[in-house]
């Protein structure tokens, strides 16, 4: 009993690392590419965040401008980054502009917490 269980365990594994094989691997997307997508759609986050604060009452209209601003002034210094770079950004550029919005993620909870 053991011995077949043992093979038909075997015989799935095999099948399953030759389908694996046999299957054509996707081409990872450009490393540029992904780590746009990443910036941007963390702005979008943090944009939707916003939002959402003004709306549920948590964050006044004063509040909500500052952090407005902030993601303002992020979006000019990455479309200035991208300018320079013919449209890349450099690993020292993504860090900055990660940092940046950490620091404004953090802004925006402590705002939205904040009572």
């Not at 095999?14 to 702005?43: C, D, E, K, M, Y």
């Not at 979008?44 to 009452?57: M, S, T, V, Y």
């Amino acid at each position: 009993m053991k011995v077949s269980q043992l093979g038909v365990g075997l015989l799935a594994l095999s099948s399953t690392f030759g389908l694996a094989q046999a299957a054509p691997a996707a081409a990872p997307a450009p490393v540029q590419q992904r780590h746009a997508v990443t910036i941007n759609q963390r702005r979008e986050n943090q944009q939707q965040r916003i939002a959402k604060g003004i709306q549920a009452g948590r964050l006044n209209a004063r509040q909500g401008a500052r952090l407005e601003r902030r993601e303002a002034s992020i979006g000019r210094q990455e479309r200035l980054m991208r300018v320079a770079g013919h449209g890349r950004l450099t690993r020292r550029e993504r860090v900055r502009l990660n940092h940046r919005l950490n620091r404004t993620s953090r802004a925006i909870y402590r705002a939205r917490h904040r009572r």
